[in-house]
């Protein structure tokens, strides 16, 4: 009986990682289209922008416009930052979510932050922004950090190296978070739909880097399956 539950975790761990390879290289090869696709536009909106971002525009209002606002708020990398602070200081996430989520926060903003002035996309024109920017547009940061850090937290939860009864609100939170805060970029005008799309992708392909990080490193004690 022992022997068939090991083979079986191998099995479950052999597929588990096979789809994780799978999406590593699909969120790459992603990004690398989204990328050509916005460089062969002269760095403009493509055609699926436009088609996508005049729908957001058009959704705006004084009720939801508020709320949108508020969304974004939580994939500013002083957001991520200091919520990754407040995991490592309390002492039951501190080492299976505070410090991974810490350097992939970490390592999310270092990534855009080489990558936007290497692709040097203009945002779209500033009459259409709800909020203030600084920077270029390609990948948006904030798509980029929301699925690495919220990303991160979402893995070690769904996987049980850090185990809560309130997993399944946990996770459902999580994802929400993720897509409401990409599409909330749209939304006040700052990015393009690529941009969103471009941030998503290179995201979930670090976070596949991470999982087998997590692998390596045996956070949980026991192989992930």
Not at 20 to 44: E, H, K, P, S, Y
Request: aromatic share 14%; charged share 15%.
């Amino acid at each position: 009986m022992k022997n068939l539950q090991n083979k079986t975790t191998s099995l479950n761990y052999d597929v588990s990682r096979k789809i994780r390879v799978g999406l590593a290289f699909a969120g790459l090869i992603l990004f690398i289209f989204v990328a050509r696709q916005m460089m062969d536009a002269n760095r403009g909106p493509t055609a699926f922008d436009d088609a996508i971002r005049f729908k957001f525009y058009n959704m705006r209002s004084d009720t939801l416009t508020p709320v949108v606002k508020a969304v974004t708020y939580f994939g500013n990398w002083q957001t991520t930052i200091f919520i990754a602070v407040l995991l490592i200081l309390c002492k039951k996430t501190r080492m299976k979510i505070g410090i991974p989520t810490a350097i992939m926060a970490i390592i999310s903003v270092t990534m855009y932050t080489v990558l936007k002035p290497i692709f040097n996309r203009p945002r779209p024109d500033s009459a259409l922004w709800l909020v203030v920017q600084h920077d270029a547009s390609f990948p948006s940061g904030h798509s980029l950090n929301c699925l690495v850090f919220y990303g991160t937290i979402f893995y070690l939860v769904f996987t049980g190296v850090y185990r809560t009864k309130y997993r399944t609100p946990i996770l459902v939170l999580l994802a929400i978070l993720i897509f409401s805060i990409g599409i909330s970029r749209v939304y006040l005008g700052v990015h393009y739909p690529t941009d969103i799309i471009g941030g998503w992708s290179l995201g979930i392909f670090l976070l596949m880097l991470f999982s087998f990080w997590v692998d390596k490193s045996n956070v949980s004690g026991t192989r992930i399956e």
